[in-house]
């Protein structure tokens, strides 16, 4: 605490003039009549309301006129959330348009006495460090924030010149940051192309040779369907299964494996082996037809009917070579053209697949290709890894300074700069 300016002691509740939760409104009339801030139109970033996305509703006027939102409010997120990303983050809302706030979030109008950009950094504070947390109780699918008695949670306020100042070097002082880990992020995409770029030269081996549909060289195999009401007859196994969320491009991920029961026979029909290349029914479209190849981590394992097993002809097609096939630039523009769209998501299927046609080259062949794309990825992976970690780097930086600043950590009249 700042030995200079005198901090006082307070709850969170006595910041705010009032506390008053969100509303919905009515499906749009037209255009609708004002926008509606939701917690995913959060900029996690900048702590700010995004206009991005905002959604139009339509709300009367007496309703409005209570829960209209004004620059210098923090909407509070009460309620979603997900085991990443929990409930209780605070955006500062400085648009110039006419809003209200869901009914999942909360409005906090701030007394005309504290400045609003030094509570946002306040209670995002709170929220980084874990306070937020206790006060997060889950329901089926969804985290619900107690809010009022997180607004009992007592805090240190410094003069209000003092916040005025915490809250000019912060803005200063994330703003660098941001920009720093902006330029990390472009480098992360740029890395991303490499890699793209990597595939397809190494393919550049295989171009002039015939291209032959996929069905004549593997088989598809459907997973078990996921049925509460399914009944499994005779005698039963409970074993592992892949879903669609374990499967991601270049690798499948067993931090969290499902198991499943079912009857031998089904287990059977369903049962992945060394070598399948595993590929997702649906998805988002630029991750569609991506094929993962499965090396045995877990068995027996099965998998969903959602991921679908390709199992090659070892003497004709390596894994390994078809799944850089579908990360090259003919597979992506294959699975991108003929998926199926809705509104958010693409899907597949086996017989889309099997009608993929791919160079075939001479087994020696697809194994230089493997061997060579391998390498050029790992030294980009390696390159990936040291920003990520720059990134990480930053992200607790950013963390640590705006903490120790609201904390009276900091002096300010000497922390610019380099001296943060």
């Avoid at 941001?178 to 793209?196: F, G, H, L």
Wanted: hydrophobic share 40%.
């Amino acid at each position: 605490m700042s030995q200079t300016v005198e901090w006082r002691e307070l709850r969170l509740k006595d910041l705010f003039s009032s506390v008053r939760n969100g509303i919905w409104g009515d499906d749009p009339q037209g255009d609708g009549n004002v926008f509606c801030a939701r917690g995913t139109d959060f900029d996690r970033g900048t702590n700010r309301i995004s206009s991005d996305k905002l959604p139009r509703r339509s709300v009367e006027a007496v309703a409005l006129r209570v829960h209209r939102l004004k620059p210098g409010d923090l909407v509070l997120e009460k309620s979603g959330g997900s085991a990443d990303q929990p409930v209780g983050s605070v955006a500062r809302f400085d648009l110039e348009v006419d809003a209200v706030c869901s009914n999942f979030c909360a409005r906090l109008q701030v007394n005309s006495s504290v400045e609003s950009r030094f509570v946002c950094y306040l209670m995002n504070s709170l929220y980084s460090s874990g306070v937020t947390r206790r006060f997060v109780k889950q329901a089926t699918g969804i985290q619900n924030l107690d809010a009022e008695a997180l607004l009992t949670w007592r805090c240190f306020l410094p003069p209000p010149d003092e916040q005025r100042r915490i809250a000019d070097l912060l803005d200063a002082e994330t703003a660098w940051i941001d920009q720093m880990m902006n330029r990390r992020d472009e480098q992360v995409k740029a890395m991303a192309e490499m890699v793209q770029s990597a595939i397809d030269d190494s393919l550049r081996r295989a171009s002039g040779y015939a291209r032959v549909r996929l069905g004549y060289l593997v088989n598809v195999q459907t997973g078990v369907t996921v049925d509460a009401n399914r009944s499994s007859g005779g005698e039963v196994v409970t074993v592992p299964y892949l879903r669609v969320a374990n499967v991601q491009a270049g690798h499948v991920d067993l931090s969290k494996v499902t198991e499943i029961t079912v009857s031998r026979s089904v287990a059977a029909a369903s049962r992945l082996k060394y070598g399948d290349v595993l590929m997702t029914e649906g998805g988002d479209l630029d991750k569609l037809g991506r094929g993962t190849v499965w090396t045995g981590e877990i068995d027996p394992c099965l998998h969903q009917n959602h991921v679908f097993a390709v199992r090659p002809n070892l003497t004709k097609l390596l894994p390994e070579y078809l799944s850089v096939l579908t990360r090259a630039s003919i597979g992506r523009s294959y699975f991108e053209s003929t998926g199926s769209r809705t509104t958010n998501l693409a899907s597949t299927s086996s017989s889309k697949i099997r009608d993929f046609r791919v160079p075939l080259v001479q087994i020696d062949m697809q194994r230089i290709i493997v061997e060579e794309v391998a390498e050029r990825i790992q030294a980009i992976d390696r390159l990936k890894q040291a920003v990520d970690r720059q990134i990480e780097l930053l992200a607790e930086r950013r963390r640590a300074l705006v903490t120790a600043a609201v904390t009276g950590q900091i002096d300010v009249a000497t922390a610019r700069g380099g001296a943060v």
